[in-house]
């Protein structure tokens, strides 16, 4: 990975660290997972998902991966540009775009996603699994399906302005 890639400055959210323990000879054995949400705040997002044996090099795994995994995402006036439904395992989610001054109405996870896209006004709704790393995964492929208006006339050979 270049030097410069990672000078940018991205925006780190910690979403979730797991704790796992194998027992072993002399007693338990505790590793980390760490699952980290990366972005610039500018319509770049990624999260990345580290195991270590202690929580900082876990956390610091989790955001390497984060920046290689980032995505772009379309956000017109602050917002998205259309309702969108991501799922991932049992989790689901629903993106609604908000008008100005709506703030993100989202829980802590899918919240963690949409500050690091840079969002500004957007409702969400998760169903089924309240699972964090579920829930990251399924607001990322919610945001992968997004299409902007220039993109589906592209797609369609068709011009509506």
């Known amino acids: 990975m270049s030097s410069d890639f990672m000078d940018k400055k991205f925006i780190e959210r910690v979403v979730k660290i797991k704790r796992c ?5 002399g007693g338990r054995r505790f590793s980390f ?13 990624g999260c990345g998902y580290g195991k270590a044996n202690e929580v900082p090099p876990s ?3 989790a955001g390497k991966q984060g920046a290689r995994s980032m995505m772009t995402v379309p956000i017109e006036n602050g917002t998205i540009p259309h309702s969108v ?3 991932c395992g049992a989790a689901q989610v629903v993106l609604v775009p908000a008008g100005p001054g709506t703030g993100v109405k989202a829980g802590a996870a899918v ?3 949409c500050d690091a896209a840079g969002i500004k006004n957007i409702l969400t709704k998760s169903f089924r699994s309240n699972n964090p790393v579920l829930l990251v995964k399924a ?3 919610a945001l992968k399906k ?3 208006r ?3 006339e592209r797609l369609r050979g068709v011009s509506l302005s």
């Not at 323990?21 to 000879?25: D, E, L, N, R, T």
């Not at 997972?33 to 997002?45: E, P, Q, R, S, Y």
């Open 146 to 148: 997004l299409r902007t």
């Open 33 to 45: 997972a760490a699952m980290v949400v990366v972005g610039d705040g500018d319509g770049k997002v």
């Open 111 to 113: 919240r963690a996603v």
């Open 139 to 141: 607001t990322l492929a």
């Open 59 to 61: 956390v610091e795994k």
């Open 150 to 152: 220039q993109d589906v």
């Open 21 to 25: 323990a194998a027992v072993v000879k």
């Open 85 to 87: 439904i991501g799922r």
